[in-house]
């Protein structure tokens, strides 16, 4: 052999080896690498065909807890087909793009409903008026359970909370109530918050009994998965008083726990029902009590059949009865629609003449072409359940059967066994905020897990899951959840007893903003490219509350008036719900600018002027740091030869007091009205109208459509001037409004005098304007005020003489028009008749 052979074969083998160190090494890393969990969870309550109270709860605590226990969880509320299907397109894709060590898990609460042999889960605008429309207004389950299993993971849970009595097809061809029995594929879970054939008792809220007792399961650390939904129907009895009986069917055949129980856990305060040897103890074995416990717990119709044999007459015998009447034509309908040919939809017809899926094998009959009846011969087919007995036809007879109806007289089940009690914090939920934005999960008040309890190990939860971090944590998740915590100088919220640093710090961050987000679940792509497009169509329609939007930094719990220090990135106007600059105002400083939650008033340097602006909180929506123009929405004119005052002094709108005009102390009624909200400022009232004084004695008011003082013309610069009830005056060819009665109230005022015509103007460049009114020339007979219609309005006494004043340079002015009064001229007095002189007379000469 030459040394060129020796070598080869060296080389040969030598990458055998490598390879074979490669194969061998590829499992133990894939055991090793850390797992990863995804979740998606669907909330459809506000249904067209009418609302449910509890299912976008029922979705946001599950998605609250399965974050808890290091899902990385997506989901929305509320879903169309459309967005529905698109969701689920979304969450496959992820799926796949997981990887193999990833753990699945799929939530939909609503309303389901089953349709010749397959489940379908039922959007919000679905209308389903007949059986034919549910293939096409619904969504069928299997197709999104078989691609989950196509997909190389290490499993998938998928719990459907929907088996409710819907209100589709009200006809006298129903579909059958409830959900239909299935088989999960490979590596599956599937679970039913009521048994096949069955309904789930209307619950007011707010969360429904199976996903309130199945996050309490969740929560309990190392318990394995079939453990956690064999207690949750346990649970669910007990909260329901055995109305309820929830279901599950599991080819899982990977170890998984939710959580992981630490070593300082509490004993069993129950016997314990873990052990292999108690779980195939026969069920006549048991006491009563225990045996329909042990019956449940199975939940298998052997299980059942053997308690009715050991106790034909326990209280319990009734309900147990009718669970194995509706398990029983489950199984039956579910091999004759596997067979789907005539002879098995015959042979189910033979069994229940009129059972709850007489009309699905009647419509196969005619897809076959086939006799709607069973022929007298043919060849019935071989089920694995006996026909059932004549005491169980009653049960499965009901257009919907549940486990407390009243015709059936259903004992209430005793306290359940093998199950301790709940976690006393867990007893009674508080309902979370009611979500606005659109699709977004309620969130719920989050509660901590007990301390024994510790996070799943080996598991790589995503980025900035705050809860998953925070199990035993109330604070730093319920701050941003809730926004009710007050937060110190530091912008960070109280530390509660026992947190590490690293807890400290992750509860500052959160405070800070950093991870609001993840406190909030997710919504699939398309579900967000869907809502941006319909904010952006209607944006009034949307309303961002705490549900939906955290804010970038907790609010205090009380507001302090003091300045505020920004640090930090100053929040841009309009994002994440900072208030936009009004109009024509400028911005304010980016280190001055509070959120829009946390706004408070700030004090202006020279406001100690006029405490009133101090003590008046801002109003949302407004920019404390805008200075008003004079003039402007009520805002005071400068006093005559007085500049306006410094920017700092300005005031906001609504802690705008009224100031009091230059001359305007000759009337106090004027400088003590404020202006009223909602009215314009710079619109003159009448005289005598809403409140409004009316003239002094000798001036009667202008009539409609005349101006009651010709408007001086200046200069387009000028400011507006400040309302003033007398003294100022609407625009020339403006309308004016008739003017009302004056109340008789503001009979007994005294008069204004003249010169408050005076303030009719501000200064222009820099030499006082003045307008002195002229004395009026009227007529003696018109010197009395006219009364107000059906009102008697005393005389006022005549005013007195203007006062003579310094005019400072006194400049020509034109001389303002006086709108005459129209007042009726007085009769003529009466005259004597003319003395007839002697002319015109027959024999006289003519007059001249």
Same mark, same amino acid.
């Given at each position: 052999?030459?040394?060129?052979?020796?070598?080869?074969?060296?080389?040969?083998?030598?990458?055998?080896?490598?390879?074979?160190?490669?194969?061998?090494?590829?499992?133990?890393?894939?055991?090793?690498?850390?797992?990863?969990?995804?979740?998606?969870?669907?909330?459809?309550?506000?249904?067209?065909?009418?609302?449910?109270?509890?299912?976008?709860?029922?979705?946001?605590?599950?998605?609250?807890?399965?974050?808890?226990?290091?899902?990385?969880?997506?989901?929305?509320?509320?879903?169309?087909?459309?967005?529905?299907?698109?969701?689920?397109?979304?969450?496959?894709?992820?799926?796949?793009?997981?990887?193999?060590?990833?753990?699945?898990?799929?939530?939909?609460?609503?309303?389901?409903?089953?349709?010749?042999?397959?489940?379908?889960?039922?959007?919000?605008?679905?209308?389903?008026?007949?059986?034919?429309?549910?293939?096409?207004?619904?969504?069928?389950?299997?197709?999104?359970?078989?691609?989950?299993?196509?997909?190389?993971?290490?499993?998938?849970?998928?719990?459907?909370?929907?088996?409710?009595?819907?209100?589709?097809?009200?006809?006298?061809?129903?579909?059958?109530?409830?959900?239909?029995?299935?088989?999960?594929?490979?590596?599956?879970?599937?679970?039913?918050?009521?048994?096949?054939?069955?309904?789930?008792?209307?619950?007011?809220?707010?969360?429904?009994?199976?996903?309130?007792?199945?996050?309490?399961?969740?929560?309990?650390?190392?318990?394995?998965?079939?453990?956690?939904?064999?207690?949750?129907?346990?649970?669910?009895?007990?909260?329901?008083?055995?109305?309820?009986?929830?279901?599950?069917?599991?080819?899982?055949?990977?170890?998984?726990?939710?959580?992981?129980?630490?070593?300082?856990?509490?004993?069993?305060?129950?016997?314990?029902?873990?052990?292999?040897?108690?779980?195939?103890?026969?069920?006549?074995?048991?006491?009563?009590?225990?045996?329909?416990?042990?019956?449940?717990?199975?939940?298998?119709?052997?299980?059942?059949?053997?308690?009715?044999?050991?106790?034909?007459?326990?209280?319990?015998?009734?309900?147990?009865?009718?669970?194995?009447?509706?398990?029983?034509?489950?199984?039956?309908?579910?091999?004759?629609?596997?067979?789907?040919?005539?002879?098995?939809?015959?042979?189910?017809?033979?069994?229940?003449?009129?059972?709850?899926?007489?009309?699905?094998?009647?419509?196969?009959?005619?897809?076959?072409?086939?006799?709607?009846?069973?022929?007298?011969?043919?060849?019935?087919?071989?089920?694995?359940?006996?026909?059932?007995?004549?005491?169980?036809?009653?049960?499965?007879?009901?257009?919907?059967?549940?486990?407390?109806?009243?015709?059936?007289?259903?004992?209430?089940?005793?306290?359940?066994?093998?199950?301790?009690?709940?976690?006393?914090?867990?007893?009674?939920?508080?309902?979370?905020?009611?979500?606005?934005?659109?699709?977004?999960?309620?969130?719920?008040?989050?509660?901590?897990?007990?301390?024994?309890?510790?996070?799943?190990?080996?598991?790589?939860?995503?980025?900035?899951?705050?809860?998953?971090?925070?199990?035993?944590?109330?604070?730093?998740?319920?701050?941003?959840?809730?926004?009710?915590?007050?937060?110190?100088?530091?912008?960070?919220?109280?530390?509660?007893?026992?947190?590490?640093?690293?807890?400290?710090?992750?509860?500052?961050?959160?405070?800070?903003?950093?991870?609001?987000?993840?406190?909030?679940?997710?919504?699939?792509?398309?579900?967000?490219?869907?809502?941006?497009?319909?904010?952006?169509?209607?944006?009034?329609?949307?309303?961002?509350?705490?549900?939906?939007?955290?804010?970038?930094?907790?609010?205090?719990?009380?507001?302090?008036?003091? #300045?505020? &220090?920004?640090?930090?990135?100053?929040?841009? /106007? =309009?994002?994440? @719900?900072? !208030? %936009? +600059?009004? $109009? *024509?105002?400028?911005?304010?400083?980016?280190?001055?600018?509070?959120?829009?939650?946390?706004?408070?008033?700030?004090?202006?340097?020279?406001?100690?002027?006029?405490?009133?602006?101090?003590?008046?909180?801002?109003?949302?929506?407004?920019?404390?740091?805008?200075?008003?123009?004079?003039?402007?929405?009520?805002?005071?004119?400068?006093?005559?030869?007085?500049?306006?005052?410094?920017?700092?002094?300005?005031?906001?709108?609504?802690?705008?007091?009224?100031?009091?005009?230059?001359?305007?102390?000759?009337?106090?009624?004027?400088?003590?009205?404020?202006?009223? #909200?909602? &009215?314009?400022?710079?619109?003159?009232?009448? /005289? =005598?109208?809403? @409140?409004? !004084? %009316? +003239?002094? $004695? *000798?001036?009667?008011?202008?009539?409609?459509?005349?101006?009651?003082?010709?408007?001086?013309?200046?200069?387009?610069?000028?400011?507006?001037?400040?309302?003033?009830?007398?003294?100022?005056?609407?625009?020339?060819?403006?309308?004016?409004?008739?003017?009302?009665?004056?109340?008789?109230?503001?009979?007994?005022?005294?008069?204004?005098?003249?010169?408050?015509?005076?303030?009719?103007?501000?200064?222009?460049?820099?030499?006082?304007?003045?307008?002195?009114?002229?004395?009026?020339?009227?007529?003696?007979?018109?010197?009395?005020?006219?009364?107000?219609?059906?009102?008697?309005?005393?005389?006022?006494?005549?005013?007195?003489?203007?006062?003579?004043?310094?005019?400072?340079?006194?400049?020509?002015?034109?001389?303002?028009?006086?709108?005459?009064?129209?007042?009726?001229?007085?009769?003529?007095?009466?005259?004597?008749?003319?003395?007839?002189?002697?002319?015109?007379?027959?024999?006289?000469?003519?007059?001249?």
């Amino acid at each position: 052999m030459g040394l060129s052979s020796k070598k080869t074969i060296w080389a040969f083998l030598a990458m055998m080896l490598v390879l074979a160190g490669i194969a061998a090494a590829t499992p133990a890393e894939a055991q090793s690498s850390p797992e990863k969990r995804i979740a998606f969870v669907v909330g459809n309550a506000a249904y067209k065909v009418g609302a449910l109270p509890t299912p976008a709860n029922d979705a946001g605590l599950i998605a609250q807890t399965l974050q808890a226990a290091g899902f990385d969880v997506i989901g929305a509320r509320d879903l169309d087909q459309n967005g529905l299907r698109d969701a689920m397109r979304d969450f496959l894709t992820k799926a796949n793009a997981s990887g193999p060590n990833t753990v699945v898990f799929v939530y939909l609460a609503g309303y389901g409903v089953q349709y010749q042999g397959d489940n379908y889960f039922v959007p919000v605008d679905a209308q389903i008026a007949n059986a034919t429309d549910v293939p096409v207004e619904a969504l069928r389950m299997t197709d999104f359970t078989k691609s989950l299993a196509a997909i190389d993971n290490r499993g998938s849970i998928v719990v459907l909370d929907a088996a409710r009595a819907n209100p589709f097809v009200q006809s006298n061809q129903p579909l059958a109530g409830g959900l239909a029995l299935v088989d999960p594929d490979a590596n599956q879970l599937i679970a039913f918050n009521a048994a096949p054939g069955t309904v789930a008792p209307q619950e007011a809220g707010p969360y429904g009994s199976y996903a309130h007792a199945l996050a309490e399961m969740i929560r309990v650390g190392g318990l394995p998965l079939d453990d956690v939904f064999d207690r949750t129907r346990l649970r669910v009895s007990d909260l329901t008083k055995g109305a309820q009986i929830s279901w599950d069917a599991s080819k899982f055949k990977n170890a998984f726990t939710f959580f992981d129980r630490g070593p300082d856990a509490p004993a069993a305060q129950v016997s314990s029902y873990d052990n292999a040897a108690i779980r195939t103890k026969a069920i006549r074995d048991f006491d009563e009590r225990d045996a329909y416990f042990a019956a449940l717990d199975r939940d298998t119709l052997q299980g059942y059949e053997d308690f009715l044999a050991a106790y034909p007459n326990d209280s319990m015998a009734r309900r147990v009865r009718a669970i194995i009447a509706a398990r029983r034509e489950a199984i039956t309908w579910r091999e004759t629609w596997r067979a789907d040919t005539p002879e098995a939809y015959w042979s189910y017809l033979r069994r229940y003449q009129r059972g709850p899926h007489v009309w699905d094998a009647r419509r196969r009959l005619e897809h076959f072409e086939a006799a709607l009846e069973p022929p007298p011969s043919f060849t019935v087919i071989e089920y694995d359940v006996p026909p059932p007995p004549p005491p169980e036809i009653v049960y499965v007879e009901r257009p919907v059967l549940y486990f407390d109806d009243a015709d059936f007289g259903y004992a209430p089940p005793p306290p359940p066994v093998f199950l301790g009690p709940p976690p006393p914090d867990f007893v009674e939920l508080a309902p979370p905020q009611p979500a606005v934005d659109l699709y977004v999960l309620p969130e719920p008040t989050y509660v901590p897990v007990p301390e024994w309890v510790e996070p799943p190990r080996d598991v790589a939860p995503p980025e900035n899951n705050v809860i998953f971090n925070n199990i035993h944590n109330t604070v730093v998740n319920n701050t941003v959840v809730n926004n009710n915590t007050t937060v110190n100088e530091n912008g960070a919220a109280p530390a509660a007893p026992g947190l590490t640093t690293g807890q400290k710090i992750a509860g500052a961050a959160v405070i800070a903003g950093a991870g609001a987000a993840a406190l909030h679940v997710a919504l699939p792509p398309s579900v967000q490219k869907k809502a941006a497009v319909q904010q952006q169509q209607h944006p009034a329609a949307v309303i961002k509350t705490p549900t939906g939007a955290a804010p970038a930094v907790a609010p205090t719990a009380q507001p302090q008036a003091q #300045p505020q &220090t920004g640090n930090g990135a100053h929040a841009l /106007p =309009g994002a994440n @719900g900072q !208030p %936009l +600059p009004a $109009a *024509g105002k400028v911005p304010a400083t980016p280190g001055a600018a509070p959120t829009k939650q946390a706004q408070q008033p700030q004090a202006a340097p020279n406001a100690t002027h006029n405490p009133a602006a101090v003590t008046q909180p801002a109003q949302p929506g407004t920019n404390t740091n805008a200075h008003p123009l004079p003039g402007a929405k009520g805002q005071p004119l400068p006093a005559t030869g007085n500049p306006p005052k410094a920017p700092g002094a300005a005031q906001t709108k609504q802690a705008q007091q009224p100031q009091a005009a230059p001359n305007a102390t000759h009337n106090p009624a004027i400088a003590t009205q404020p202006v009223q #909200p909602g &009215t314009n400022g710079n619109v003159h009232a009448l /005289p =005598g109208a809403k @409140g409004q !004084p %009316l +003239p002094p $004695a *000798g001036n009667t008011p202008a009539a409609k459509g005349q101006n009651q003082i010709a408007k001086t013309p200046a200069p387009h610069s000028a400011p507006i001037t400040k309302p003033n009830a007398i003294a100022a005056a609407p625009k020339p060819n403006a309308h004016v409004q008739a003017m009302k009665p004056a109340a008789p109230a503001l009979a007994a005022k005294p008069p204004v005098k003249p010169n408050v015509v005076n303030n009719a103007r501000p200064p222009v460049n820099n030499q006082p304007r003045v307008v002195t009114a002229p004395p009026r020339q009227v007529n003696p007979a018109a010197s009395q005020p006219r009364p107000a219609p059906h009102e008697a309005v005393q005389a006022r006494p005549p005013a007195p003489a203007p006062k003579a004043q310094a005019q400072p340079r006194p400049q020509p002015q034109p001389q303002p028009k006086i709108a005459q009064p129209q007042v009726k001229a007085p009769p003529p007095a009466p005259q004597k008749p003319p003395a007839k002189k002697n002319c015109g007379a027959p024999g006289l000469p003519a007059c001249h």
